[in-house]
T-cell receptor
Framework: AQSVTQLDSQVPVFEEAPVELRCNYS??????LFWYVQYPNQGLQLLLK??????LVKGINGFEAEFNKSQTSFHLRKPSVHISDTAEYFC????????????FGAGTRLFVKA | GAVVSQHPSWVICKSGTSVKIECRSL??????MFWYRQFPKQSLMLMAT?????????EQGVEKDKFLINHASLTLSTLTVTSAHPEDSSFYIC???????????????FGPGTRLTVL
């Protein structure tokens, strides 16, 4: 069984400051890792994904994440946030063995203040 | 590409009635679609996996007679909430995965969600 833990339920940050949203996972098999963003009353949009290869993954809107296998982490970072980045962010994991089933973390609410 | 739509985007119904929510992949074929439920300020909870032409696979604790899922074609899956009650009020989101041998990973494309309010 797999699980995803997002360590912070809310992260307030000032505009133009850097931010890190933390995600840890557990799984008995190799996994794919994802970060999604959800704006109010909308579906999820893929920010970035780790499939294989380089552990540093760059996504849309200036976000990046680093896969750390030994620490089973996949933290999301952005060097300078904007007001428009205020949203809910979900880390997700999917086993490589197929079935396409994806487990989501509880989410982190990023609130960017002026 | 890879757009998923849901209809309706919101619905209000009376307790005891049934509501059907449609999930369509607009520009691709999706062998597999997923249905999620999301309560306010919470994460997505997988309800069921819907495969075209076969019965849906429900997650533990999800009543299959309550939440009827039909996946009649490669572009359409429907979720029917039968005899809805106020506790069924929630945000329902579907997703679809691309079909094809060239797909190296299982990225899901999400619909915009349907907000159901049962009075």
């Amino acid at each position: 069984a797999q699980s995803v833990t997002q360590l912070d339920s809310q992260v307030p940050v000032f505009e133009e400051a850097p931010v890190e949203l933390r995600c840890n996972y557990s799984s008995s098999v190799s996994v794919y890792l994802f970060w999604y963003v959800q704006y109010p009353n909308q579906g999820l949009q893929l920010l970035l994904k780790y499939l294989s290869g380089s552990t540093l993954v760059k996504g849309i809107n200036g976000f990046e994440a680093e896969f750390n296998k030994s620490q089973t982490s996949f933290h999301l970072r952005k060097p300078s946030v904007h007001i428009s980045d205020t949203a809910e962010y979900f880390c997700a994991v999917s086993e490589r063995t197929g079935g396409f089933k994806t487990i989501f973390g509880a989410g982190t609410r990023l609130f960017v203040k002026a | 590409g890879a757009v998923v739509s849901q209809h309706p985007s919101w619905v209000i119904c009376k307790s005891g009635t049934s509501v059907k929510i449609e999930c369509r992949s607009l520009d691709f074929q999706a062998t597999t679609m997923f249905w999620y439920r999301q309560f306010p300020k919470q994460s997505l909870m997988l309800m069921a996996t819907s495969n075209e032409g076969s019965k849906a696979t429900y997650e533990q604790g999800v009543e299959k007679d309550k939440f009827l899922i039909n996946h009649a074609s490669l572009t359409l899956s429907t979720l029917t909430v039968t005899s809805a009650h106020p506790e069924d009020s929630s945000f329902y989101i579907c997703s679809a995965t691309l079909t094809g041998a060239t797909i190296a990973y299982n990225e899901q494309f999400f619909g915009p969600g349907t907000r159901l309010t049962v009075l």
